[in-house]
């Protein structure tokens, strides 16, 4: 009688465990597929800033003969700010609030930015020419800060220090 007993408690005592180890697998699996796509979600939106970066670099340090430069007057960062915003609205839902804030900086900017365009083409605007440079300068740093925001709020930057620790 007591061996039955046993047994019993020994089934129960395992299905229990069964059912604890099942719920915890159920919960990292479902954490985990949330964070592959937070991860995708960070990597298509960090993929268009630089695009958008790159945009911008054209309208910038007209010194340096080594950078290839577009003229002023052809500054039109409408399609280039519509890939952003893309790639943002399609993967919003996956990233953090902090995040947003930091691409909203950036969308902002790029609303005045497009009128500056715009009012560039204007001639009786045309002194408003020497902002395109100092947009595009601001502009760069508020997506320079987005891409490090996006560094950070992933674990990369301490995933880059731990390997450093590891090579040396």
């Not at 159920?26 to 960070?42: D, F, T, V």
């Not at 911008?56 to 399609?79: C, M, R, T, W």
């Not at 609030?97 to 605007?125: F, G, R």
Request: glycine share 2%; net charge negative.
């Amino acid at each position: 009688m007591s061996s039955l007993i046993g047994v019993i408690v020994g089934v129960i005592l395992n299905q229990i465990s069964v059912l604890i180890f099942s719920r915890r697998a159920e919960r990292e699996r479902i954490l985990m597929a949330n964070m592959s796509s937070r991860l995708s979600a960070y990597s298509n939106i960090y993929s268009a800033l630089l695009d958008y970066q790159l945009y911008y670099s054209q309208f910038v340090d007209y010194g340096n003969e080594f950078i290839v430069h577009e003229d002023p007057k052809d500054f039109a960062p409408l399609s280039s700010l519509e890939e952003l915003t893309k790639a943002y609205n399609k993967n919003e839902i996956w990233i953090h609030e902090s995040s947003k804030a930091k691409i909203s900086e950036v969308l902002q900017l790029s609303s005045y930015c497009v009128n500056l365009a715009i009012w560039i083409q204007d001639p009786n605007n045309i002194d408003m020419i020497n902002e395109v440079e100092k947009k595009a300068n601001s502009m760069l740093k508020l997506i320079e800060d987005a891409k490090n925001h996006i560094i950070k709020v992933n674990g990369l930057e301490k995933l880059d220090q731990h390997s450093q620790k590891l090579l040396k």
